[in-house]
């Protein structure tokens, strides 16, 4: 009799553990966190922003086609940026995540080779990919050629030189760089664009800038 009572009472005190321990992990996430994995992504050769040695990592998985991306870029991105970013708390990634095709791939290798040869010039060329994005409902609609990227890197006074971006284009120099991309973002279950990822945790909703900012302050 007394060894049930022994037992029970075991029973109950774990399951009242296993209670709290469930409510304390959807306190700390909140709901805000798709999924955890084992290790963030892999950032080698990935254009950052911000200081290298900054303790959280931010990685965008986004596409210059997807009218998403360009509204986060345009509404979350400059809020991270000032708080986060610029005070060296977080440093930023962008991993090219073409779902729109060829369009899509193009903008990519374009925005690769900027990288290659400038790295300052790249933050700027990534924001006037976006900024060229149609408004309207006409983003499906092709824009991206190779001349528009061309455009957009002459329109810049960030030092791209135009002749060597037209033939890293045509040749596809680092289409290399694409196809990891493409990697990384299987490996990680990417499935629409804009993903966030704060070191290993996927975002929920992107556009919540509270629930990043809580992410962020969790993992600094
Ligand atoms: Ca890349």
């Known amino acids: 009799m007394k060894n049930k009572y ?13 209670g709290f321990i469930v409510v304390a992990n959807n306190m700390s996430s909140g709901g805000d966190i798709a999924k955890t994995f084992d290790a963030p992504p ?13 303790p959280v990592t931010v990685v965008e998985f986004a596409d210059y086609k997807c009218p998403s991306c360009k509204a986060w ?17 977080v440093k ?15 903008a990519s290798l374009a925005s690769e080779a900027v990288w290659q040869q400038n790295q300052d010039a790249f933050w700027p060329y990534h924001k006037e990919i ?8 006409q983003h ?3 824009w991206v050629t190779e001349d528009a990227l061309l455009q957009m890197a002459a329109s810049l006074e960030v030092g791209i030189d135009v ?17 990891i991309d493409q990697a990384v973002l299987e490996q990680f279950n990417v499935t629409k664009t804009p ?26």
């Open 6 to 18: 022994l037992v029970l009472m075991t029973v109950i005190i774990a399951a009242v553990a296993i």
């Open 42 to 54: 892999s950032i080698e050769g990935q254009p950052v922003l911000g200081d290298s040695e900054a």
């Open 73 to 89: 870029d345009q509404s979350i991105f400059p809020l991270l940026k000032e708080e986060y970013i610029d005070t060296g708390k």
């Open 92 to 106: 930023f990634i962008h991993i090219n995540t073409p779902f729109h095709g060829e369009e899509s791939v193009l």
């Open 130 to 137: 976006y900024r060229n994005q149609p408004q309207t409902q």
């Open 140 to 142: 499906d609609q092709p």
């Open 163 to 179: 002749d060597q971006l037209q033939e890293d284009m045509t040749n596809a120099t680092y289409k290399e760089q694409v196809a």
């Open 195 to 220: 993903t966030i990822m704060v070191n290993e945790h996927q975002l929920n909703n992107p556009f919540e800038y509270e629930h990043l900012v809580k992410l962020i302050e969790m993992e600094e």
